[in-house]
C-alpha cells in the first residue's frame, strides 16, 4: 500500500468508502490526489463526481446513493420507492425522484432519472431518511409512495398503483389512516377509498 495515500484514504473510510469529489476537496483531499489515487488504483471512480475506495465493499444500492449524493433535493419516488419497499413486481429502469418545482434537471448520464416536479407540501412530506452505504437517501414512506402512485397514475399506470395497494395491505405494520391522510393531501382520497375497502 501506499503510505502517501494513507491520510487521505482514512478521509474515505470516515465516509463509508464514498465520497463526492467536492466533498473529499473541502475534507483535506487535494484534487490532484483523487485523479492520482484513481490513476493508482486506489480509488474508483462510480459516476461523475463519485468515488469510493477501491478496497471496500461494493455498494448495495450504487444507484439511489449516486442519485443522492449528486442530486441532493431529490427525494426517492414512485416506482423507485416501491422496488425499495418491495411493493411492486416492476423493476425501474430509471431512478424515479421527486424535485421541487423550478428546480432544474439534472445534468445526470447515469443513473437515468423520470424526474416528477411537485410543489410543497408535496414534496417535504412523507420523507423518511435510509442510510444505504453509509449515505442518508430520501425515500417517501409506502404510504406516501402509494398515493403518489394514484396521483400520478397516468405516468406509471393504474395497475402499478393497485398492486402496490394490495401489496401494503398484506405487509405488516399497515397504517391506515396514515394512508388516507396522504391520499388527501394528494387529491385522490374518493378513488382509492373504494379499492382500500375491497382490500381490508
Known sequence: MNEKYSPYKAIFEKHNGLLRAAEAIR??????????MVQKGELVK????????????????PDLVQVSLLVPKAVICLISA???????????HSIYIALPQNTP?????????????????????????????????????REKTIADCFKFRNRV??????EALKDYVRQPKLDVHKLLEYAKIN?????????????L
Not at 27 to 36: A, D, N, Q
Not at 46 to 61: K, S, T
Not at 157 to 162: F, M
Not at 192 to 199: D, E, G, H, T, V
Open 27 to 36: 475534507l483535506g483531499v487535494p484534487e490532484h490526489i483523487v485523479y492520482e
Open 46 to 61: 462510480e459516476a461523475r463526481g463519485v468515488y469510493r475506495l477501491a478496497e471496500g465493499e461494493m455498494p448495495a444500492n
Open 82 to 92: 416501491l422496488y425499495f419497499y418491495e411493493l411492486t413486481t416492476q423493476i425501474p
Open 105 to 141: 434537471r439534472p445534468r445526470l448520464k447515469y443513473p437515468p432519472l423520470e424526474v416528477f416536479w411537485v410543489g410543497n407540501p408535496l414534496h417535504s412530506v412523507g420523507v423518511d431518511i435510509h442510510v444505504l452505504d453509509g449515505v442518508q437517501v430520501k425515500i417517501y414512506n
Open 157 to 162: 399506470g393504474e395497475n402499478v398503483a393497485l
Open 187 to 199: 387529491r385522490v382520497e374518493k378513488l382509492m377509498l373504494p379499492y382500500l375497502k375491497s382490500l
